[in-house]
């Protein structure tokens, strides 16, 4: 599976807020900081993720950014769902009368049954298991920095 820049950076900023969740509002110049991530195209990320009710976004000098549900609530799933769109299919998939090879055909049944795989996965890891696997790895999406491994416990939702 491959997913975009705006997915990879979406769900970055959602494991930050997922990391804080309970805190105050966390500002997006922290988030864009501590993530790598351009300021301007995270405005744009968390605009995506407000509308699609995934975050709440407060104003002010004390203002910032949450989790709108607690991370267990949150798939990655859901997730990319809101960031990329539903996953491009084959054609044969959603109209599998464009192709006449298409009933009984072995690699349209091998990839709808991998794609439920995927999506098996993706639906059933929430937020809160990925932030206790990067606690447990020390590591956060490539930016190799000893994380603390206290902090407040986060119950599993999903896939462990």
Do not use: N, W
């Not at 820049?5 to 959602?14: C, E, H, P, S, V």
Request: proline share 8%; aromatic share 4%.
């Amino acid at each position: 599976m491959k997913i975009s820049m705006k997915a990879d950076y979406g769900i970055r900023a959602l494991l930050d807020l997922a990391e804080r969740f309970g805190d105050a509002p966390v500002p997006s110049h922290d988030i864009a900081a501590r993530q790598h991530v351009p300021g301007p195209f995270l405005d744009q990320l968390l605009m995506t993720l407000r509308r699609a009710g995934l975050v709440r976004s407060t104003r002010g000098p004390r203002g910032g950014h949450t989790l709108s549900h607690p991370p267990e609530e949150v798939t990655l799933g859901q997730a990319i769902d809101i960031l990329e769109g539903q996953a491009a299919q084959m054609e044969c998939f959603s109209a599998p009368e464009t192709c006449e090879h298409s009933f009984g055909c072995p690699i349209r049944s091998a990839l709808l049954r991998a794609e439920d795989a995927m999506r098996e996965v993706l639906d059933g890891t929430t937020l809160a298991d990925m932030v206790l696997d990067r606690r447990r790895q020390g590591v956060f999406h490539g930016i190799y920095k000893p994380l603390p491994t206290t902090g407040p416990a986060l119950p599993t939702g999903g896939a462990s």
